[in-house]
Every structure is written in C-alpha cells, then in structure tokens.
C-alpha cells in the first residue's frame, strides 16, 4: 500500500488525525525534503524513518520502491508542504504502482490553490488550474491560454517574480481584469489581497520585499 498523505502548508495544526496515525504506522515515509518533514515530524514525535524522494531522484528511486511495495512494505508519500502531486512530486510513483496494481490511497488534506480560490471572491463552481508558469520557454503560449478562458484561473508564483508575471499578466488579460493574491495562508502574516489586476501590480510593486509562497487568482475572461 502506497498512502499518498497532504502535510499542512503553514500552520502544524493543519493535519488530519487520519494522518498523523498513517505517518506513525507505515515502514517508511517518502518525503521532497527529510530536513522539513523531520521537523514535522518531531513536533508530533513520530519516529518512522525518512528517505529522500523529490524531482531529482524519482526516475532512479521509483522501481526500488516498487519493489519495496510488491514485498509487502507500506509506505507514505509526502511532499513538504500541501499535496503531493499537485505541483510537487508524486505522479511516478502513483503510476507506477497503478501499473504494477499496488493499492494507492490518497487522503484528503491541505492544498494552497483551495483555500485561495474561496477566499479571492472570484467564481468557483467552475475554475482551471494552471500551477507553475515555465519561466521562459511557452511561457507567453499559456500566458495568452490564461486570458481567453471565460473560467476563474489559478497559478503558483514565487515571490521575487510576483510582480513581474503581474504585470505579464496585465498584457495578456487587461489591467482592468479583477485577480487576487494570496501569500503565506494558514501562517501569522496571511494576507488575500484582491482588486484588479493593475491595483494588485502598483501595490506589490511598492513593496520592499515580498515574503511567502504565493496564489494569483484571476478572474475569467
């Protein structure tokens, strides 16, 4: 058994009691980072080893883990914040062990893209995902994608680019367009800002230093 297991995006408390019970009885825990999952770890003194798994060693480490699980192992998959598989590592090994019919669960849990959409204001019931923009090549392609669609759109940005795709955002889809951005949700310093897309840039472009992951919500056209 494969449990694919959310861990919180800011706040500890932000952990399901399903959870904490997989974390403590699996063999192994599979984590982007062991240095921040062991600090989770620790603070609800779960003791159950820790092996590196992240974007860099999956294609090499994904068959010995195959065979870890066909023997009999039970493992948990976590990333170091949110979900894994949504804009961070999971999909090979997922689909690896759909292919060699190893039970997978995924249980429900913290995903930054959730919370920020609901609390931008913006339409819901229908919306697309986007994650990660690439930084440069076919960037400009999904960029014009974005701003055709006629539904509520959501991407992860870092913070030293959030006003730049701003503003790339503002020729795709118009200054006027009404957006929202979210940083360091769950955490002290919280903050969902919206307003249009051109209130959002000269806000952010004020700033000295722009702090946390982000979520610029957009709204369709």
Do not use: W
Request: charged share 25%; aromatic share 4%; net charge negative.
């Amino acid at each position: 058994m494969l449990y694919i297991v959310p861990t919180p995006i800011g706040n500890l408390e932000d952990i399901t009691l399903r959870a904490l019970r997989i974390l403590k009885e699996v063999d192994l825990i599979l984590a982007e980072d062991t240095r921040v999952t062991r600090r989770l770890l620790q603070h609800y003194e779960i003791e159950t080893p820790l092996r590196a798994h992240h974007a860099h060693n999956e294609h090499g480490t994904t068959p010995q883990l195959i065979r870890q699980l066909e023997e009999g192992a039970t493992l948990a998959l976590v990333s170091d914040a949110g979900t894994p598989g949504i804009s961070d590592p999971g999909f090979l090994l997922v689909r690896a062990c759909k292919q060699a019919d190893i039970q997978v669960e995924c249980l429900p849990g913290a995903t930054a893209f959730v919370p920020a959409l609901v609390a931008s204001g913006l339409p819901c019931d229908r919306f697309h995902f986007e994650g990660f923009l690439p930084h440069k090549k076919g960037r400009q392609t999904r960029l014009n994608h974005l701003a055709e669609l006629p539904v509520t759109f959501v991407l992860y940005e870092s913070p030293n680019r959030l006003v730049k795709c701003l503003g790339q955002l503002i020729e795709c889809c118009g200054g006027d367009r009404p957006a929202s951005v979210a940083r360091e949700l769950s955490k002290l310093h919280e903050e969902v800002r919206s307003g249009s897309l051109q209130d959002l840039s000269d806000h952010y472009a004020e700033q000295d230093k722009v702090k946390g992951e982000i979520v610029i919500v957009v709204g369709g056209k």
